[in-house]
Structures are given as structure tokens and as C-alpha cells.
């Protein structure tokens, strides 16, 4: 018998305006098993994970500072582990008299694959009870041990009404350009009911 996961974490508050958090997991392959995981499709050994994160308060209700470490151990073969970091910061802007909500933020990877940069925002705005838009531009520039360098550029936007109690129609788009798409393109409705929606 074996641990194939296990995962902890705790949350500190020791400022009003200060949040803290520390997450850990572990994962092993389990090789008794008789059906594949996903795991084994990347790792034949064990996995452990880290995640840091620290919340600011600057403005209280208006504007937070969120900021996130991630770090992973793969053991990619036996004895063959490997290293991967993760950092992200973004702004969390909120203007609830206007219904206004903004996050820019950034981020960096690096792993034993490659690493890369990159720069998102988001806006989304609740017009009323019933009516809400959103909008998202990601732009991410890499390099990979491979020589596969490239840029990549995502566009978003989604937007939804309320037509009745709980049942929301909502549309949008999807831009994507990358090494694999050119252009890439998409457009999707969806018509959603919460069935225990309470007026």
C-alpha cells in the first residue's frame, strides 16, 4: 500500500488588510492500479506541489493586490525530477457604483520545458441584475528548449442576460493567434437554468 495524494494548507490574517495563504499536495503514481491515470501520462514518479499567496488590501472595497508563488518537484523517470515556478500579480479593481470590475496583472513560468511572460486584463461590468459583459486580452511571449519560440495573443468577450428567474442566455467570441493557429476564431451561445433558483 501506498499514499497516492495528500494535501494541506492553512490561512493567516495578521494585518486587517493582509491576507496569507500556503497550500501543499502530493501525488504518486500508483502502480498497483489497473486502470492509467492522468498522472502517468506525464510522470512516472511522484509530484509535490506549493502554492504561496498574499492578498493586499490598499483601498478597502475599491482596489487589492493579489499575489501568487507556485513551485513544483516532478519525478519525470525514476531518479529524473524536475523543477517548474510559477509567478503572478494582478490588481483587483472594483467600482461596485458603476457595477465596474478591472483586473490587469502579469505572470511568469518557468520549467524544464521553456518559460514565458505574459500580460493579461480583464474587465467585466454588471449593467443591472440582469444584464452583464466581459472582456479579456491575453498576450504571451515564450521560449522552449525545443527552439519553438512565439508569441501568442487570446481575445474574449462573453455577455449575458436574464431573461426569467434563472435562466440566464449568454453569447460571445473567441480570438486565439499562435504558433499552431494563425487565426483562430469562435463563437458560441449557451442558454443556462438554475433549477433551485430562490427570487
Same mark, same amino acid.
Given at each position: 500500500?501506498?499514499?497516492?495524494?495528500?494535501?494541506?494548507g492553512l490561512d493567516i490574517y495578521p494585518h486587517s488588510r493582509?491576507?496569507?495563504?500556503?497550500?501543499?499536495?502530493?501525488?504518486?503514481?500508483?502502480?498497483? =492500479?489497473?486502470?492509467?491515470?492522468?498522472?502517468?501520462?506525464?510522470?512516472?514518479? #511522484?509530484?509535490?506541489?506549493? #502554492?504561496?499567496?498574499?492578498?493586499?488590501?490598499?483601498? $478597502?472595497?475599491? =482596489?487589492?493586490?493579489?499575489?501568487?508563488?507556485?513551485?513544483?518537484?516532478?519525478?519525470?523517470? $525514476?531518479?529524473?525530477? *524536475? %523543477?517548474?515556478?510559477?509567478?503572478?500579480?494582478?490588481?483587483?479593481?472594483?467600482?461596485?457604483?458603476?457595477?465596474?470590475?478591472?483586473?490587469?496583472?502579469?505572470?511568469?513560468?518557468?520549467?524544464?520545458?521553456? #518559460?514565458?511572460?505574459?500580460?493579461?486584463?480583464?474587465?467585466?461590468?454588471?449593467?443591472?441584475?440582469?444584464?452583464?459583459?466581459?472582456?479579456?486580452?491575453?498576450?504571451?511571449?515564450?521560449?522552449?528548449?525545443?527552439?519553438? %519560440?512565439?508569441?501568442?495573443?487570446? =481575445?474574449?468577450?462573453?455577455?449575458?442576460?436574464?431573461?426569467?428567474?434563472?435562466?440566464?442566455?449568454?453569447?460571445?467570441?473567441?480570438?486565439?493567434?499562435?504558433?499552431?493557429?494563425?487565426?483562430?476564431? #469562435?463563437?458560441?451561445? *449557451?442558454?443556462?437554468?438554475?433549477?433551485?433558483?430562490?427570487?
Amino acid at each position: 500500500r501506498m499514499i497516492s495524494q495528500a494535501t494541506t494548507g492553512l490561512d493567516i490574517y495578521p494585518h486587517s488588510r493582509l491576507a496569507l495563504n500556503a497550500e501543499f499536495n502530493y501525488f504518486n503514481v500508483n502502480q498497483g =492500479l489497473d486502470r492509467q491515470t492522468i498522472q502517468e501520462l506525464y510522470t512516472k514518479g #511522484r509530484t509535490l506541489e506549493g #502554492r504561496f499567496s498574499a492578498t493586499w488590501t490598499i483601498l $478597502p472595497q475599491y =482596489l487589492k493586490l493579489v499575489e501568487n508563488y507556485y513551485y513544483d518537484n516532478i519525478e519525470v523517470l $525514476p531518479g529524473d525530477l *524536475r %523543477n517548474n515556478q510559477r509567478l503572478d500579480a494582478g490588481l483587483e479593481m472594483i467600482f461596485d457604483n458603476i457595477g465596474l470590475q478591472f483586473n490587469p496583472g502579469y505572470y511568469f513560468i518557468k520549467s524544464f520545458g521553456g #518559460r514565458l511572460n505574459g500580460a493579461r486584463v480583464l474587465i467585466h461590468e454588471q449593467f443591472n441584475d440582469l444584464f452583464y459583459a466581459e472582456l479579456s486580452v491575453d498576450y504571451t511571449t515564450y521560449k522552449k528548449i525545443t527552439n519553438d %519560440n512565439d508569441d501568442a495573443v487570446s =481575445l474574449y468577450g462573453w455577455s449575458g442576460y436574464e431573461i426569467v428567474k434563472g435562466l440566464v442566455l449568454s453569447g460571445g467570441f473567441e480570438y486565439n493567434k499562435n504558433n499552431l493557429f494563425d487565426r483562430d476564431v #469562435r463563437g458560441s451561445f *449557451r442558454l443556462d437554468y438554475l433549477f433551485d433558483h430562490k427570487s
